[in-house]
């Protein structure tokens, strides 16, 4: 299994980017979709997260400013951030928790995808 996320650049203050990643390989379920992030010196942090029951969680900086959404079908999720400021800037991983079959579930991590807000 493996997640591949896509998404990130450059923008300047204000502006918007949206973050995709779809899982691949031998999947029977997933579970918890989401996204994390870690800036230079910090701690990796939760940005949000989905199930597949549909419950949302967002951490309280991104409220308001970050839409995360989830496509079954594709086994993707994504993240629309709009009015983007330098402290959002940091690598951007998603996350899913994916069973393998009936009974094996498994963590698994994107690659990172670099988010850089800066006029």
């Known amino acids: 299994v493996q997640l591949q996320a896509s998404g990130g650049g450059l923008v300047q203050p204000g502006g918007s980017l949206r973050l995709s990643c779809a899982a691949s390989?031998?999947?029977?379920?997933?579970?918890?979709m989401g996204w994390f992030r870690q800036a230079p010196g910090k701690q990796r942090e939760l940005v949000a997260m989905?199930?597949?029951?549909?419950?949302?969680n967002y951490a309280e900086p991104v409220k308001g400013r970050f839409t995360i959404s989830r496509d079954n079908a594709k086994n993707a999720v994504y993240l629309q951030m709009n009015s983007l400021q330098p402290e959002d800037t940091a690598v951007y991983y998603c996350?899913?928790?994916?069973?393998?079959?009936?009974?094996?579930?498994?963590?698994?991590w994107g690659q990172g995808t670099q988010v850089t807000v800066s006029s």
């Open positions: 996350n899913a928790d994916i069973a393998s079959n009936w009974e094996n579930w498994s963590t698994y």
């Open positions: 390989g031998r999947i029977y379920s997933i579970n918890q």
């Open positions: 989905t199930t597949n029951h549909g419950t949302i």
